[in-house]
């Protein structure tokens, strides 16, 4: 589960629970440098919550996110046959499992005993003893990433646009490169207002955010999230507040940048966006990927029955 | 009429023009102005670290509890202490508070306006720790989460996003408490500080005349007040720019 592949963001296992109500049940998915994944699915499928989590804004109830190789979450002691090895749960289970299954070998006895203890989700965090728990905390120091520095790198636009309502849009788009990459404050002005320019808002450097049209405010909050120069965008359904008219302005914006080649995953029920612009749709409902394609297979032959119905009443 | 008149400027004389008792009443204003702007400075800082703390609690119990750890411990033994100032300092008069102060915390202190400022502005900041606290929770809950998408760990974020909102939110009713505190202060007294009441009862109790010294502290108060609520309604006026 270390150091395989290229994925700029591989996501292992993900699981997330509100209570009783299971929104995650197992995704498992990588994004490659330069795609543009697009996630689609009906309200309430989890698709929201996969976005959140890859970023940490919801913290996942079991699974991992992987950065760049760098683990984001903490350790899933599901994911490491390692870790199951090593916890109390397995030392007890051990014998008599080998009385049920006297026919297996004894590697064979151990996989088959770390299958069904992490099917039946059996580990108990709290009581899995020292050696398990020193083990989780090796994997973690040697591999995780500062959480605070992952988001550094993963920029995300919401649907409410959330920009700073006491900042102007320069300082909305500046103080997260002076404050946290400690650019200097001529270095971020120049830059915002390249950025805004190149969004087409050159003149609302020092307006307010209550001052500008929700397309305006959306296109502001990617550049401030731009501003960081992040490895990555999330969109976590970008036009879905906005007025049908001011749609458009944002879908060129998202274009632009996926044609610069920016890495994007986008959650969104823009179906001409998809088709256009993804390299890659992913279909979640019922907090599983359904299916996932190219948009042109995606969209003339999908399989999925769910999916087929999904598509017939969107489109 | 003109008999009461004539009786009044005597009385004026009397009260204010001999022995320059009118500089009694300044020395007074004065004090009650130095309470009262240490106190809300004490206050306002309490308050602001006190709600970081309980709406820090508050907004990450669920998730915190879950992980148990360290952190969380602390966290919630300082959610404790907080919890336990507030319904004290709320729970008792502010003239207990003070005499307990003064005659057997700080007994051997001789320095009373210090102890009256520490008293005034302990009890002031529960009062505002609410209000922050209030003001916290009703900032956007977007706001926050915009500050950590961008990579600013949850202090960067209650400092350079959160806070600033909730000050705006809150400016009225910290404006109310600080009118509140003003006037608190005129129990100082109790513990022989020659605030503005005091300064005023004292020439009462040299002139033997009440009239005129005692609706002279209640208009000065009275000004005060005014004039401290045009302030606050001009800064409103200027922190609105950013809603147009």
């Known amino acids: ?73 903490p350790v899933d002691p599901y994911l490491h046959p390692e870790v199951i090895e090593k916890s109390k749960t397995f030392g007890k289970m051990l014998p008599s499992f080998g009385k049920e299954h006297p026919s297996l070998g004894e590697e064979e006895l151990k996989a088959a005993l770390i299958a069904e203890i992490k099917s039946k989700d059996l580990l108990n965090e709290k009581h899995e003893g020292k050696a398990c728990k020193a083990l989780m905390k090796q994997i973690y120091k040697e591999n995780s990433i500062n959480i605070n520095l992952a988001r550094q790198k993963i920029g995300m636009v919401f649907q409410q646009f959330n920009l700073f309502a006491n900042l102007t849009i320069l300082d909305n788009i500046t103080i997260a490169p002076m404050k946290l990459l400690g650019m200097g404050k001529k270095e971020a002005r120049e830059r915002a207002v390249d950025l805004l320019g190149r969004v087409g808002l050159p003149d609302k450097a020092d307006s307010y955010p209550s001052q500008l049209s929700g397309g305006q405010k959306q296109r502001v909050a990617i550049v401030r999230a731009l501003a960081m120069n992040p490895d990555v965008m999330l969109f976590d359904e970008p036009t879905s507040a906005l007025d049908p008219e001011m749609v458009g302005e944002v ?26 612009v993804g390299s890659r749709v992913m279909f979640i409902d019922e907090g599983v990927i359904m299916e996932e394609n190219t948009p042109d297979k995606f969209f003339s032959e999908p399989e999925n029955p769910r999916l087929r119905d999904f598509l017939s009443k969107v489109l | 009429m003109k008999e009461w008149f004539s009786d009044l400027a005597g009385q004026f004389r009397l009260n204010f023009i001999d022995g320059d008792r009118w500089t009694w009443l300044l020395e007074g204003f004065k004090m009650t102005l130095i309470i009262t702007f240490f106190a809300t400075l004490i206050g306002i800082l309490i308050g602001v670290v006190i709600a970081t703390v309980r709406s820090t609690y508050d907004k990450n119990y669920e998730s915190m509890k879950k992980k148990g750890g360290i952190g969380f411990r602390i966290l919630s033994f300082f959610n404790k202490i907080c919890g336990l100032y507030l319904t004290v300092i709320r729970g008792t008069p502010v003239v207990v508070q003070l005499l307990i102060m003064y005659f057997i915390i700080f007994a051997s202190s001789t320095n009373s306006t210090m102890v009256a400022i520490a008293s005034f502005g302990i009890n002031s900041g529960a009062y505002v720790a609410e209000i922050f606290r209030g003001g916290i929770m009703s900032v956007d809950k977007g706001q926050f989460e915009a500050g950590r ?7 960067q974020t209650m400092i350079h996003i959160i806070i600033p909102q909730m000050f705006k939110i809150v400016l009225p009713t910290l404006c109310n408490e600080f009118i509140v505190l003003l006037k608190e202060t005129s129990v100082a007294g109790y513990v022989g500080i020659r605030d503005l009441t005091k300064a005023g009862d004292l020439i009462r109790g040299r002139t033997f005349s009440a009239f005129m010294p005692l609706i002279a502290v209640a208009l000065i108060y009275l000004a005060v ?20």
């Open chain 1, 1 to 73: 589960m270390t150091t395989d592949g290229n994925a700029l963001i591989r996501v292992d296992g993900l699981y997330k629970y509100f209570g009783s109500n299971k929104v995650l049940r197992g995704i498992s998915a990588e994004i490659d440098k330069g795609e543009v994944v697009v996630v689609i699915g009906p309200s309430g499928s989890g698709k929201s919550t996969f976005l959140r989590c890859l970023n940490l804004l919801e913290e996942p109830t079991y699974g991992e996110v992987w950065l760049e190789n760098r683990l984001v979450t």
């Open chain 2, 225 to 244: 007040v005014i004039i401290f609520t045009k302030l606050v309604a001009r800064l409103e006026r200027r922190l609105r720019n950013s809603d147009h």
């Open chain 1, 251 to 276: 879908l060129d914006v998202m274009k632009e940048l996926a044609k610069q080649g920016m890495t994007m995953v986008v959650v969104t029920h823009e179906m001409g966006f998809a088709r256009e």
């Open chain 2, 149 to 155: 998408s961008l990579g600013f760990n949850y202090i």
